[in-house]
């Protein structure tokens, strides 16, 4: 027996003119127009961030340089002209300099080995300098620095009193270690090399302050001069001055030559002495 209906349970009739079918149009419309208005809002600020943006980077470029400081220990170089040097650099403006190119340049000057460069905000130019360290001189205007690097100056006479390498072109490195080392050698004896001359044979000749000549030969001179030493010692002890040049170029010996006219023999095993 079918059970009897009440009202709830009967379909609801929509009314006319009411319902979401009429109502979804409106909503359409609306949500339209404020994603179009979202948008203009968002491009809009775009571009006022792009603008700002633009004015101050413009403003950045037109930023000059009003200081240029230079440190370091300078004492062949003025400061003045490394701030004249770097000058037609800084035309651009502060973030237009090309730092690497101003190291070039300044590193390109007769005095400095190395130089850095740094912009200091808001409109300042640091450069550091390290000068040259000379060492010996190189052929007839050059120095040779503590690495062996070839370097010019116009002031070359004022370091007359460095010793003097002299070489073929690629054979400064090679000479500065030789040397090194032959000063390291003689030092004890308080003998100083004034002269050091590679030739075209490979053969090292040294001239030492008072004018006695060392002839070193090609190969490894450290054993011949350890020679020379031990006749320094014990046969030539208080008369440097009368040596004219020692031959270091025997196998087992070496031959001296002394100034004075009367020839003095020095007898010592492997040793060989002549006179003039």
């Known amino acids: 027996m079918p059970l009897p209906t009440t009202a709830s349970d009967r379909p609801r009739r929509r009314s006319k003119g009411t319902g979401a079918s009429r109502n979804a149009p409106v909503e359409i419309t609306q949500r339209w127009g404020l994603g179009w208005l979202n948008r203009i809002l968002i491009l809009t600020g775009t571009g006022v961030v792009l603008v700002a943006g633009l004015q101050a980077f413009i403003t950045l470029q037109s930023i000059a340089v009003e200081q240029i400081s230079v440190t370091g220990n300078l004492q062949h170089t003025r400061a003045e002209e490394v701030q004249a040097l770097v000058q037609p650099a800084l035309a651009g ?50 120095f040779l620095n503590h690495e062996a690097e070839v370097f010019q100056t116009a002031n070359a006479g004022d370091w007359q009193a460095l010793p003097l390498l002299v070489g073929p072109d690629d054979s400064a490195r090679q000479l500065m270690a030789s040397y090194q080392r032959l000063e390291e050698l003689l030092a004890p004896l308080s003998l100083e090399v004034s002269e050091l001359a590679l030739d075209h044979r490979n053969q090292l000749t040294a001239t030492l302050q008072g004018g006695t000549q060392l002839y070193l030969g090609g190969e490894d001179f450290v054993e011949r001069v350890q020679r020379l030493l031990t006749l320094y010692r014990y046969e030539l002890s208080g008369r440097t001055a009368e040596v004219a040049r020692v031959d270091l170029r025997y196998e087992s010996g070496l031959a001296v030559a002394f100034r004075a006219p009367v020839q003095v023999a020095v007898a010592a095993t492997n040793l060989i002495s002549t006179g003039e």
């Open 93 to 142: 403006g502060f973030l237009n300099a090309d730092l690497a190119l101003i190291r070039q340049q300044l590193e390109g000057m007769p005095w400095i080995y190395r130089a850095t460069v740094r912009r200091r905000w808001p409109s300042s130019l640091e450069i550091n300098v390290i000068e040259q360290l000379p060492i010996a001189r190189w052929g007839d205007a050059g």
